[in-house]
C-alpha cells in the first residue's frame, strides 16, 4: 500500500469507527470513480471493513482495527 493510499485508508478506518454509518453514506462519502485512488473498494477486497445487510450497516473489521491498532505503535 502506498503512503497515500494508507493515509487514506487509515482515514476511512477512523471515520467508520467514530459511529456507526450505513452503506448509502459510506458509498455516497468514500465510494469514487478514481481508479487510482479505490480507498472504499480496496478496503472491502482487503477485509478491513464488515457490512451486515441486515442493518445496512458498515463497521470496521478485526483486520481493519488491527491496522489502526498498528498504525498508533
Do not use: F, N
Not at 478514481?34 to 471493513?49: F, K, S, Y
Amino acid at each position: 500500500m502506498t503512503e497515500p493510499t494508507r493515509a487514506l485508508t487509515l482515514q476511512l478506518l477512523e471515520w467508520i469507527s467514530e459511529r456507526p454509518h450505513t452503506y448509502a453514506e459510506v458509498l455516497e462519502t468514500w465510494r469514487t470513480s478514481c481508479p487510482r485512488l479505490p480507498i472504499w473498494e480496496e478496503a472491502c477486497i482487503d477485509g478491513l471493513v464488515d457490512y451486515d445487510p441486515d442493518s445496512r450497516i458498515v463497521s470496521v473489521s478485526a483486520k481493519g482495527r488491527t491496522l489502526l491498532r498498528e498504525r498508533v505503535s
